[in-house]
């Protein structure tokens, strides 16, 4: 009998004990952020970039800073190269990436995504003397740019494949290339691109066209990148990013930025 007693007894011992290991894990995934570090670029003017002394600025940098005031969170600021900006998330380099990265479904695989922030349309530019037809066959044996890694590397490669797709490690680069004559056409954000045009393209280059969007490539547009087991997080953006538009906060960030409504 005292052996089918101690019998219960531990069975009620490891049951209590296993509760409290659960309580324990859920816990854990309830993770209270009051200190988020972001990652960005620091290379995609005007959303995100580092200026001549160094320092972060642009739309995104001014937007997630208002919206980790919404939360009442510290917020701190990654700089990582677009190529391992994913990758680095996942090592827990930091816990969000503010980039101008859109919620695709590849993408979706690897992270998950906050509310979106931006739509936008997808330009092409060229010099000022070159064809305003974009159109596959037009730019077949044409060198054609844009930034290595991102949805518009994938459209290029999909839909242009007869032309000479270069890849660039910013949209910078790729920019810079298009000025000096050593790119034909580039694809890219039109913000991206129109702030290119209204600064060192002013004079070389036009706007050509712009681009049909393909959802399956483009996905619905820009959102926050978080890893998949941080939902708290993930919630907690997308519930100040709603709040920042019904309040009149995002409109005033992006009057700053630009002239036309980004949603």
């Known amino acids: 009998m005292k052996g089918f007693v101690r019998l219960i007894a531990g069975a009620a011992l490891a049951a209590a ?4 290991l659960g309580s324990t894990a859920a816990l854990a995934q309830q993770k209270e952020w009051k200190e988020i570090r972001i990652g960005t670029e620091g290379a995609y003017p005007p959303f995100n970039n580092l ?10 940098i001014d937007y997630a800073n208002m919206l980790c005031e919404k939360m009442k969170v510290k917020c701190t600021w990654v700089v990582q190269d677009w190529d391992g900006i994913i ?46 037809d974009i159109s596959p066959a037009a730019l077949k044996g044409k060198a054609v740019g844009t930034q290595g890694g991102t949805i518009h590397a994938n459209f290029l490669e999909k839909y242009y494949k007869d032309s000479n797709i270069r890849l660039y490690p910013t949209q910078e680069e790729a920019n810079l290339d298009l000025l000096n004559g050593r790119l034909d056409y580039i694809i890219a954000d039109s913000l991206a691109l129109q702030d290119f045009l209204d600064g060192k393209g002013k004079d070389c280059c036009q706007k050509a066209g712009e681009v049909t969007r393909d959802p399956a490539i483009h996905g619905p547009g820009v959102g926050g990148a978080v890893r998949k087991e941080d939902t708290a997080l993930k919630e907690m953006f997308s519930k100040a990013i709603a709040e920042s538009l019904a309040d009149g906060s995002y409109k005033k960030i992006q009057g700053k930025w630009f002239k036309i409504d980004l949603m």
């Open 17 to 20: 004990s296993f509760a409290a």
């Open 51 to 60: 200026n001549a002394k160094k320092e972060l600025e642009g739309f995104e």
């Open 87 to 132: 990758p680095a998330l996942l090592a827990n380099k930091y816990d969000i990436i503010i980039a101008g990265m859109n919620a695709t479904d590849e993408r979706k695989k690897r992270v998950d995504f906050t509310s979106v922030y931006t739509k936008t349309p997808i330009w092409a530019i060229s010099a000022k003397s070159a064809s305003t």
